[in-house]
């Protein structure tokens, strides 16, 4: 979404245009998105993207609760990375629907393997027009 | 989740069941009051323009930022890789 990109607006224009849609992330996942824009389009771009995306009170930011031992408990029993793991715990927490930007391998691999209890969905996967159910 | 009891007057829990009631036709989903708080709560001082420049287009390639993730999630689990070694 920070990338505006055709895919990402299939949450962005809905957000914008009044949508009963509410998003969720949490300060790991900002954390992880802040770097990698970082080292892509520099500090003060990645800063001021993250920031304004923060204070634009758009998405909700989760970290309250036992998000921590969630995310905790998927990177002990799945081989994923932390930010993925802060991805699923935080739709478990909030009931919500994990929404990742790439069908990574590793990810693919752990819903064949075991089936997560949250809904996973990727943008690269979604139709580029229309709003998400 | 934990949840916990609010005590709010009839005439305000009529107008919460609407909203869910609007919610519900909007999404299709069912919506509790939890829902309706949420949905509230999000959309007080929201800053449209903000919003605008955060998800801004870049003029980035989406492979190079998927390269970046990798990179720095490979960079981790090296990491931990050698800590769980010691």
């Known amino acids: ?133 | 989740m934990r949840t916990t009891t609010i005590s709010i007057s009839e005439d305000l829990r009529k107008q919460l069941l609407k909203v869910a009631a609007e919610l519900q036709a909007k999404s299709g989903e069912t919506a509790d009051y939890d829902d309706v708080v949420r949905y509230l709560l999000s959309r007080v001082a929201r800053d449209e323009q903000l919003f605008k420049q955060a998800c801004a287009p870049v003029n980035v390639d989406l492979s190079r930022v998927r390269a970046e993730l990798r990179k720095g999630r490979a960079e981790d689990q090296g990491r931990e890789e050698a800590f769980e070694a010691k």
């Open chain 1, 1 to 133: 979404m920070l990338l505006g990109t055709p895919g990402s607006r299939i949450i962005s224009d809905p957000l914008l245009l009044g949508s009963p849609i509410i998003a969720y992330t949490c300060h790991f996942n900002l954390s992880e998105a802040e770097y990698v824009l970082c080292r892509l389009l520099g500090r003060t771009q990645a800063r001021s993207k993250v920031d304004n995306l923060v204070r634009s009170n758009y998405i909700n930011l989760t970290d309250a609760g036992r998000l921590y031992a969630n995310a905790a408990e998927i990177k002990f029993e799945r081989s994923l990375a932390l930010g993925e793991c802060y991805t699923v715990a935080n739709a478990k927490v909030t009931g919500s629907i994990a929404l990742f930007a790439f069908q990574e391998e590793e990810l693919k691999s752990e819903m064949e393997r075991k089936p997560f209890d949250v809904e996973i969905l990727f943008i690269e996967g979604l139709p580029r027009t229309g709003s998400p159910s």
